[in-house]
């Protein structure tokens, strides 16, 4: 996990966004935070065979000599020495794949993490799950039917498009963000005091612990 993003003051921040709503409110909110959520082939692919091409012509046109086996070799260690590499920049990866797939992926892993991690096993059906995923810069926001029933559509679609854009500030403004929940699940489905917490709040960083519920 890229200490840059959940690092001591970002922990800190996301578990003080978690308690604020669920001290004030009957939601129960799981942060789930993936470092990616696929292997995104084709932009190792890409990068390797531009690799491999580039150090071909590189060879085809330098004036330093080369033996025949440099030529078949050294571009296929070139072109899979940048492949492999490309999993070291998210950006680069992001540059090779449309929004809109990243989404589709983002949007299906956080589907098969919110039954995963038994965030729709609550009592009342109030079970929220953030992910949060890095490669792609992407936060997805999965509620259950209680909540859904409970809150502000257009209100709800706001609070999770703003938590979506402060990925790529970090993990305290996406705890920033993740607060502005609190006050509309306060008010949808306030909390009681025989309320209980049914969920772990630690942060699911996809750990050796990350399905223990």
Request: charged share 20%.
């Amino acid at each position: 996990m890229p200490r840059g993003f959940l690092d001591d003051a970002a922990r800190t921040a996301l578990a003080g966004a978690i308690a604020a709503t669920e001290t004030t409110s009957a939601a129960e909110v799981v942060v789930a935070i993936r470092v990616r959520t696929r292997l995104w082939l084709h932009a190792h692919l890409l990068v390797g065979f531009a690799a491999a091409w580039l150090a071909l012509a590189f060879m085809l046109y330098s004036d330093h000599p080369f033996g025949l086996a440099a030529f078949l070799l050294d571009p296929i260690v070139a072109g899979a020495l940048a492949g492999a590499a490309c999993a070291l920049s998210p950006t680069l990866v992001r540059w090779l794949t449309p929004a809109s797939v990243r989404r589709r992926a983002v949007a299906s892993a956080a589907r098969a993490a919110f039954f995963e991690r038994g965030v729709h096993h609550t009592g009342g059906r109030t079970g929220v799950l953030v992910y949060i995923a890095l490669t792609e810069n992407m936060a997805e926001v999965v509620a259950d039917d209680g909540v859904i029933r409970a809150v502000d559509p257009a209100a709800w679609q706001k609070r999770c498009t703003a938590i979506d854009a402060a990925v790529g500030r970090g993990g305290e403004a996406c705890a920033e963000a993740m607060r502005a929940l609190a006050p509309l699940l306060a008010t949808g489905l306030p909390r009681h005091v025989e309320d209980l917490n049914e969920l772990p709040d630690a942060i699911d960083d996809g750990g050796p612990a990350a399905g223990v519920t």
